[in-house]
């Protein structure tokens, strides 16, 4: 029933730029707080950005001022905008959706790779 489709993921060369893009279905889309997640070969998990309803926003200290998060709740869709892209961003990037306050109530999209490089 719960559905985060990616979109948006492709090669780049070092300082360009791309755009991903994450549509939900199946959820009460306000009621959640969206986030981008990566992970590179042999590293862990980690959080990339992440925005509520309200339009709060979190970012990692290695993308701040490359990367914009944003969200279109008309469209349930949440948005991210890396700029300025380095071959440390390669990863697969993963949407997330996690409830505000259900526990349990968590859901990852199906991840989309960016690859940076010349």
């Known amino acids: 029933q719960v559905q985060l489709a990616e979109s948006g993921g492709g090669l780049v060369q070092p300082g360009g730029s791309l755009r991903l893009s994450c549509t939900a279905s199946g959820i009460i889309f306000r009621a959640y707080v969206m986030g981008w997640y990566r992970q590179a070969p042999g590293k862990e998990r980690e959080l990339v950005a992440s925005?509520?309803?309200?339009?709060?926003?979190i970012y990692a200290d290695s993308v701040k001022g490359r990367f914009t998060i944003s969200r279109d709740n008309a469209k349930n869709t949440v948005y991210l905008e890396m700029n300025s892209l380095k071959p440390e961003d390669t990863a697969v990037y993963y949407c997330?959706?996690?409830?505000?306050?259900?526990?349990?109530?968590?859901?990852w999209g199906q991840g989309t790779q960016v690859t940076v490089s010349s």
């Open positions: 997330n959706a996690n409830h505000k306050i259900v526990a349990n109530s968590n859901y």
């Open positions: 925005i509520t309803n309200g339009g709060s926003v």
